[in-house]
């Protein structure tokens, strides 16, 4: 099954801001661990976030770490982050189950 990419407004300015290398990496892993299977949890890329009902899986993206929510074929990409402010920002937006 394909999965649909939607990116949020957050997303999208996060994506702006990287440099053009980073931006082509990052989409490049969206394509190929998002598109087809985003929900296959694996020991370094995709994890599932324990006791969050939103953002549910994380993806690993070099120092980058891109939390996204599945539902019904579609991925919902909240933001794209530097890993040292990840805990941070899940403190703040996560939503617990």
């Not at 891109?66 to 991925?75: K, L, N």
Request: with cysteine; hydrophobic share 40%; glycine share 6%.
């Amino acid at each position: 099954m394909r999965y649909e990419l939607v990116l949020s407004p957050q997303a999208v300015r996060d994506i702006r801001t990287l440099p053009a290398n980073l931006r082509a990496d990052l989409r490049d892993k969206l394509e190929a661990h998002l598109r087809h299977a985003p929900a296959k949890v694996s020991r370094s890329r995709i994890t599932r976030l324990r006791g969050l009902g939103c953002p549910q899986f994380r993806l690993r993206v070099g120092d980058l770490r891109v939390f996204y929510d599945v539902e019904a074929g579609h991925v919902y990409i909240l933001t794209i982050i530097a890993k040292p402010l990840a805990e941070r920002w899940l403190n703040l937006h996560g939503v617990e189950e």
